[in-house]
């Protein structure tokens, strides 16, 4: 399957994020294969985002945070409701 997108996607694109505490950062994805950005199967884990807007470490680790939380928000488990 990887062979049919050979030379399309040699590239991770850039997306931008606005962050309330740091303003506008560059970011990106950076999973193999790179296409797999685009697929619905393809899980995003926190080690996959790249920032690159100059950073410290410590802005770094918060803005990853930040981010991954704004990709995959946290799910409500629906509250069980005895039935009488």
Same mark, same amino acid.
């Given at each position: ?23 506008i ?6 999973? @193999?294969?790179?296409?797999?950005? =685009? ?5 995003? +884990?926190k /080690?996959?985002? !790249? &920032?690159?807007?100059?950073v ?5 680790? @918060?803005?990853?945070?930040?981010? =991954? ?5 946290? +799910?409500? /488990?629906?509250? !069980? &409701?005895?039935?009488?």
């Open positions: 399957m990887t062979e049919l997108y050979k030379g399309k996607f040699d590239y991770h694109p850039t997306f931008q994020f606005n962050s309330d505490n740091h303003g950062i560059d970011w990106t994805l950076h999973m @193999e294969p790179p296409e797999s950005i =685009y697929w619905k199967t393809g899980k995003i +884990k /080690s996959h985002i !790249r &920032i690159l807007s100059q410290t470490p410590e802005q770094r680790k @918060e803005l990853t945070s930040e981010l =991954y939380l704004d990709i995959n928000p946290p +799910k409500e /488990s629906p509250k !069980r &409701i005895k039935q009488l």
